[in-house]
């Protein structure tokens, strides 16, 4: 191992202490206000209840799950336990579990803070927006806080236990599963619980959006939370996780280079953390301040402080090199700049949002001809910052020695991540002034407070976006470089088995070629089927709150109260159900091409699943975040205004983006990510056992 | 030269004169049915003059395009003039001249023919449907026929004047430029009328769909001819050309291998011809017999024929091998799997189709939410059905020495566009059955008659979706081979300057990884800038429709007649001007591309723009066509049939489907021809002049 290593990690635990101490004084912080309006209190209770029934039954499942698979990983990875060493097969054992985890206790105390900080930033809104805003925010930063410390730790201890890199794939695996329940489940959940609420209220009964007479309005409350706030949280920590474990399952083969890249990764991450301690420390809006200006200053101060941070490590470190901080760099600022340019294609101040409410004056059909037309070109600007970055890491990386260029690659991903802490927080603040303006609504807290609640909803929204955009391209850095710890996972198999070791893979080969159509299928498939199980779990929904208005006497006239419970509990065990075939769909695709191509067929099929994946995440996501924008912008006014014909077809164009943006969109990341893991893990398997 | 190879040009020069002659023959057996009724006679001209219109004004930007582009060739391709021979230049500007004029003259005749025969079908129909089947389908015919007449004697006369196949490339870049022009600017056209005859005609007036009152009727039915006629021939002359072409560059680099593998391409292009012409000749519908049956049955004889002659000459000629067979006819079964698993997904008598029309029943959004979610997951099929054919196309062929496998995939795509005489005579049967039904209405034929017109234009319907299934996959199968092509010339150019040749992409090159991203990217903008022309062009067109009923006195009431000719003008120049960003945007991204990153960059490239171009063309080819077919299941009584809920959702869905399935989907198989073709001709410039 590296000089100096025990000092980097040294530092990582010391930086997490930090991390946690500070959440641990915003939760603190939080909590102290009193919420004083019963009705409020009384109905953020029953959404932390539900969030509490569909978080305690996931779990639950995941359990049986996650031991389920931690047996089969005893058994089979990295090597069959009957040709390989025990004790490594238990090692990987022990850190898949350890991934799942420590992701569920992040996303546990998330959910139990942005539930507490949900009713406290409605109350403090009477107050005004600086306390309102500062509530929100903290409550969202605890999340972000606890995510990156908790991967930190995880890959800092795994690393240290067991000084073998090829386990914290096995970690990084265990994040992976349990994102793709967060991310997936949360993200069937919350729309299912949307959809139907919508369908039911808005446009059959004709009551407003958050009205306590519609059974599913709390299961649409706690959607918010499981799907935007741990699936999200489960998401970035799954991608956090990945990118530093591929830079050090790559760094580690880097032997004999004299650079300290070990410590590098664990450098550069601590400090990513730090930078945004200190970003979610400044963060807060003036008096008549702008929310929206407030998250993005911070998110900038975060991102000068980590540029300014590693470049004075690189300076003083031994066995730093400033190529590598350059790649680093790289991969934040084309974060950044995706990130803007999402917002350009979603925000309603801009073009965009504007052209397509307009279509909506000609019809429901060019709303979403327009919508699919301009996300398929919003994928453009993020496909080409992702190439470039990719391409400048690695020319910048490549003089320093054989492999470095794609430990460049990794480092870029790290780099992107590293600001991921604030880039939570932000996005945790969404769902929580989100649900802080429905309280305020059903709490009856008057005109003023609404207002300032829905300005904070607002600036919510957009930064949404934003962050959205800014994680698929994270995902999509940290699965190119999970495709070079899948080489050299391949490479080490070979070594083994006294083979030729591979050089890359050529599209060429047929059995590449055959690899990369297949994977590029699969992304769309899975989006698929999680959208039919978004539509199919909504349909069960819709027909239980039909049974409620006919059997409850007195809910119409709101002399009764719905069962929200019954609503809660089918929206959480129909997206479970959904769920399942499409995860087992991805990783059955991915056995299934390496057992008939081997090797090379997965390194095709990755790169497939990668590009496809992109291109239609970014096309899902935004879209999806151009509907709902549009819409928002005709019920200010524009094209007729609410209850317009534009405004018909301008809701009709939400309500199909809702499942691209918050389900399918977001959840392909994770299924990228599931199957790069899945192939790195198997990959001594797939060169022992092939057709092809 | 091979021996004997003058044999099989004679061979198929002879061919091509014998589908001539079918064809001239059956010209005049529907030429010489009369036409009686007064009102078929009259709006049949009008859509004979409106289609003349349209080409006419095409064909006129197109001489002005093809001479630049010809000037360009002559000046940079194969090399700079200033670096190269001067009559090689000269060879392939005239050869890209005459692909794109051997295009324009198939797709004029076919387009007389088919403005001839839709009149004469409409009134065969009130004799039966024997005959009215036989005037649709042989008139459909005549198109096929000379698509691949043409096309192989192009192919065979640019070969044997030249001696050079390189030039080959050039006549195929032609024959994509017209294609680009045929079947993006026809697929604008007909979805342009389409769009505002149904907005302006069904939805505000409330007037049947093909009512002479309304100004875009003509249009409409002028749309089905130059979209569907026109532009799918020209789209499948495209992809026979550069399968043969492609083919051939690669087997004029298998020197020395004993084998006569430019003859064998040019042996199974002729079988292919004749076995189209024997399966034309036996296509007839027994008494109260079925159109669809029919239709198939004479696809299945051609493959069957095709098999079977080509088996005999395997065995017969001398230097043929069984294994370049077996690849051919891999390819020729996958493209039927791959036209009967659309056909599943688009045919309203098998399970898709009702659900997305029961989807419809809760609301509009939900018939598009099902209806994307079941497009994607239809490619699928088709992509393992290619992936498949390439990597047994590729086996079999290995053993037979260095290059052949490549050879192998070019021959099962070779194999795969055997039977596009066929399948072009089915396509082109659809609008003129289509178009029948129009006239039968219009000129009032009476309920019976408009009944068998009726059962004519719904087996057009089914064979389309097929059709439509086969011919991206044919161009999948045409563009893997291509790159194969683009790589030899690489390596010529890289010979020529005395470098090291290269053996593949690998996918691990940050050049070849930039490049597939991009590469992914394109197809995804590119359909998106024609969608939103349409959008635009039938914006344009609904104010006009508007203006004639506000200004021209008694329109409404029937009294006079509306300003045909000024609606189809508005649909042709817009249709022209909304294509050529698009046209351009593709070319210029590769030339950019190839600048950047080189070779290595363009076959990066070209592998993204092949994975996501498929996936994207499956996906709105398959889901516009049922969205299509739902509608139509639904006013057929499903659901509450016409005038329900579900129905005015379903018109929704196929109002987003139009522009999906008949301009975008197809157009992207002509995108990815043309930056393929493009990349292949600039290989030696990008190999001289890139950054990286």
Redesign the interface.
């Known amino acids: 191992m590296e000089q100096n290593l025990n000092l980097f990690l040294g530092l990582s635990f010391l930086t997490v202490i930090i991390a946690f101490a500070f959440a641990l004084y915003l939760y603190l912080w939080v909590k102290k206000a009193k919420v004083r309006n019963k009705r409020i209190e009384e109905i953020s209770k029953l959404i932390k209840e539900g969030a509490d029934t569909f978080m305690a039954r996931e779990y639950r499942i995941l359990a049986i799950f996650a031991l389920v698979v931690a047996v089969v990983v005893f058994v089979v990875l990295p090597q069959p336990i009957w040709r390989g060493e025990i004790l490594e097969n238990f090692s990987m054992a022990l850190a898949y579990l350890a991934g799942t985890v420590l992701s569920a206790i992040a996303g546990k105390i998330g959910i139990l803070v942005a539930t507490l900080s949900n009713a406290r930033t409605a109350e403090s809104a009477e107050e005004g927006i600086r306390p309102a805003f500062l509530t929100g925010f903290r409550g969202g930063a605890v999340m972000g806080l606890l995510v990156v410390g908790c991967s930190l730790f995880g890959v800092a201890a795994t690393l240290m236990l067991t000084s073998d890199p090829t386990i914290l794939l096995g970690f990084s695996f265990g994040a992976s599963s349990l994102a793709l329940f967060a991310k997936a489940g949360g993200g069937i959940f919350t729309k299912t619980a949307d959809v139907a609420a919508d369908?039911t209220g808005k446009?059959e009964l004709g009551i407003p959006e958050d009205d306590p007479r519609n059974p599913a309005v709390i299961a649409d409350n706690v959607g918010d939370n499981v799907g935007d706030v741990a699936g999200m949280g489960a998401d970035l920590f799954d991608s956090n996780v990945a990118a530093a474990a591929s830079a050090l399952v790559i760094a580690s083969s880097l032997t004999g280079s004299g650079l300290n890249t070990i410590s590098m990764v664990f450098c550069y991450s601590f400090l990513g953390l730090l930078a945004s301690v200190i970003g979610i420390a400044t963060a807060r809006v003036g008096k008549n301040g702008n929310p929206t200006r407030a998250l993005n200053s911070s998110t900038y101060v975060t991102t000068a402080v980590f540029l300014v941070f590693t470049a004075i490590a690189t300076a003083v470190c031994p066995g730093f090199s400033w190529r590598i901080w350059g790649a680093s760099s790289v991969g934040l600022l084309v974060g950044v700049i995706i990130g803007i340019t999402t917002d350009y294609f979603t925000d309603d101040t801009k073009p965009i949002v504007k052209k397509v409410a307009h279509?909506s004056a000609?019809?429901?059909?060019?709303t979403?001809?327009?919508g699919?037309?301009?996300?398929?070109?919003s994928?453009?600007p993020a496909?080409?910052g992702?190439?470039?970055s990719?391409?400048v890491?690695?020319?910048l990386c490549d003089p320093l020695g054989d492999g470095f260029?794609?430990f460049g690659?990794a480092m870029a991903a790290v780099g992107m991540l590293s600001i991921v802490g604030m880039i939570i927080s932000n996005d945790a603040y969404g769902p929580i002034v989100d649900n802080a303006r429905g309280l305020a609504e059903m709490g009856g807290l008057g005109e003023e407070t609404i207002r300032t609640a829905d300005e904070l909803d607002s600036a919510g929204n957009t930064v949404k976006a934003v962050t959205k955009g800014f994680s698929i391209g994270a995902a999509g850095l940290t699965v190119?470089s999970l495709?070079?710890a899948f080489?050299s996972e391949v490479n080490t198999a070979l070594a083994e088995a006294g083979r030729e070791l591979i050089?890359?893979?050529?599209?060429?080969?047929?059995?590449?070629?055959?690899?990369?159509?297949?994977g590029?299928?699969v992304p769309?498939?899975f989006?698929?089927?999680l959208?039919?199980g978004?539509?199919r779990n909504a349909?069960r929904m819709?027909a239980e709150i039909h049974r409620q208005f006919r059997e409850i006497k007195g809910l119409k006239e709101g002399t009764a109260s719905p069962d929200y419970g019954k609503c809660i509990d089918i929206a959480t065990a129909g997206a479970l159900r959904e769920l399942v075939p499409a995860g087992l769909m991805a990783i059955l695709m991915t056995l299934a091409v390496g057992f008939i191509?081997g090797p090379e067929s997965i390194?095709?099929f990755l790169?497939?699943n990668i590009?496809?994946g992109?291109?239609l995440a970014l096309?899902m996501s935004n879209s999806g975040g151009l509907w709902d924008n549009s819409k928002k912008y005709v019920e200010a006014g524009a094209e007729g205004g609410k209850g317009s014909e534009a405004h018909k077809a301008a809701v009709?164009g939400d309500?199909?983006g809702d499942?691209f943006k918050d389900t399918a969109g977001p959840s392909i990341n994770t299924q990228i990510t599931v199957v790069s893991l899945v192939s790195s893990l198997a990959a001594a398997i797939f060169v022992s056992f092939s057709i092809?």
Do not use: K, Q
């Open positions: 369908l446009v279509a000609s019809g429901p059909a060019f979403i001809l327009s699919v037309s301009y996300g398929f070109i994928a453009l496909m080409i992702i190439a470039v990719a391409l890491a690695y020319t260029a794609v690659i190119i495709l070079g080489m050089t890359g893979f050529d599209i060429m080969e047929p059995t590449v070629f055959f690899g990369v159509l297949i590029a299928a769309a498939v989006s698929a089927m959208i039919l978004v539509d349909e819709v191509g390194g095709g790169l497939g590009v496809s992109l291109l096309f009709i309500t199909v499942p092809f």
